[in-house]
């Protein structure tokens, strides 16, 4: 299953955690939950913790948003994402 283009990083995050949230994924969204979780996947584990975190603080929002920026050129590399 390929991936389709979303219009921006925070609909990709939305949609990857709406699917990992969902317990019953059809066999669809099983399989595209699995390839946006191998594309998040080639990030570093600490890029990875970063975009997972809940914490509110000044230095985990700095690093969530550093992954992020990470993740977005992965995505834009791919074509996973608009522009």
Partial sequence: M????Y???????????ALKMDSSRSLD???L???MSAVIATLAPEV???LDSIEDSASARRRRERAEVQL?????????IAG
């Fill in 2 to 5: 390929k991936i389709p283009t």
């Fill in 7 to 17: 219009s921006s990083l925070a609909a990709f995050i939305a949609h990857y955690h």
């Fill in 29 to 31: 969204d099983e399989k």
């Fill in 33 to 35: 939950f699995a390839e």
């Fill in 48 to 50: 990875r913790i970063a």
């Fill in 72 to 80: 977005r050129r992965e995505l834009a590399v791919r074509g996973i």
